[in-house]
């Protein structure tokens, strides 16, 4: 069973920055393609960042370009999110969550994820 803990939500201030981490245990954490989505209150879970199996490659949504970076430690099986620049549009629960993949792609849609954590509040003031 492959558990998936968020931590490094908060309140910020517009314009400041978070960094959330994800831990992933009971798999080896090379072979799963990572990837961040969020859930603002009264919508849909929104794709963020996704990362490859050995962090080759990487994708975003285009809000987040340029702000967010994903990255990830398979030594340590974790994978981080660097934000900054936060604005309060980027106020949601994240979400991390794996999937197996055969080969170095990017996976950005959630219904390709097997495996979810149970989130971390990001709260971003104006």
């Known amino acids: 069973q492959v558990q998936l803990i968020e931590s490094g939500g908060g309140l910020v201030q517009a314009g400041g920055s978070l960094r959330l981490s994800c831990a992933v245990s009971?798999?080896?954490?090379?072979?799963?393609?990572m990837g961040w989505f969020r859930q603002a209150p009264g919508k849909g879970r929104e794709f963020v960042a996704a990362?490859?199996?050995?962090?080759?490659?990487?994708d975003y949504t285009d809000s987040v370009k340029g702000r967010f970076t994903i990255s990830r430690d398979n030594a340590k099986n974790t994978v981080l999110l660097q934000m900054n620049s936060l604005k309060p549009e980027d106020t949601a629960v994240y979400y991390c969550?794996?999937?197996?993949?055969?080969?170095?792609?990017?996976?950005?849609?959630?219904?390709?994820?097997?495996?979810w954590g149970h989130g971390t509040q990001v709260t971003v003031s104006s």
């Open positions: 990362i490859s199996r050995n962090g080759y490659k990487s």
């Open positions: 009971g798999r080896t954490f090379s072979t799963t393609g």
């Open positions: 969550a794996a999937v197996y993949l055969s080969s170095e792609t990017v996976a950005v849609r959630a219904t390709m994820y097997k495996y």
